[in-house]
């Protein structure tokens, strides 16, 4: 039975395991318009980038599990985060089967609890939220800190309310357009 969980939102279902099975970039799309919940904050997923091991230049993975990306090639619906820059912490979930290392990052999110607020930016969500290298290797299909409810938002996806553009900050696999942003909320 999947858990319903309450509160400012109401009624909503915790995305299970198995949503994070599929591919990357499928994954990446249909987070769109589902809310993140980390604590006490709850916010809607308003923008992501795919990153696909072994295929993408870009990705932590591409060049095999080292201590960084070994994550990556675990279980799906576990947290990966890393530190870019040397001060900013960043937010993916991994994706796809055991062994198919994919991640979406998490770029953007519109803040509803406890305030209002558009943190655009993985860094600015990461330090907004206190998610830090610590928060790295989290199941978020069962933990009960940091976890995605499944907003009904798949017209999302259905209707095309959102853009495919170039992802942001990379020099390798610049074609791949594989960062998803929401038109409108």
Wanted: charged share 20%; aromatic share 8%.
């Amino acid at each position: 039975m999947v858990p319903q969980i309450g509160g400012i939102l109401g009624n909503m279902v915790r995305i299970e395991q198995g949503f994070f099975e599929n591919h990357v970039v499928e994954v990446a799309q249909e987070l769109l318009g589902k809310i993140l919940v980390f604590q006490q904050y709850q916010g809607i997923i308003i923008e992501t980038e795919a990153y696909r091991g072994m295929d993408d230049e870009a990705s932590h993975a591409f060049k095999g599990p080292t201590n960084r990306a070994r994550i990556m090639f675990g279980s799906p619906g576990v947290s990966y985060v890393y530190m870019i820059y040397g001060m900013y912490h960043c937010l993916n979930i991994v994706t796809e089967p055991l062994g198919q290392p994919s991640a979406v990052l998490i770029r953007g999110l519109k803040l509803l609890s406890p305030s209002s607020l558009l943190l655009d930016g993985p860094g600015k969500i990461c330090r907004t939220l206190g998610i830090s290298l610590t928060h790295n290797g989290i199941d978020i299909t069962t933990n009960d800190a940091l976890y995605v409810l499944d907003n009904d938002t798949t017209s999302l996806v259905a209707n095309q309310q959102f853009i495919a553009t170039k992802r942001i900050g990379i020099n390798k696999a610049t074609d791949k357009l594989w960062r998803f942003i929401v038109k409108e909320l």
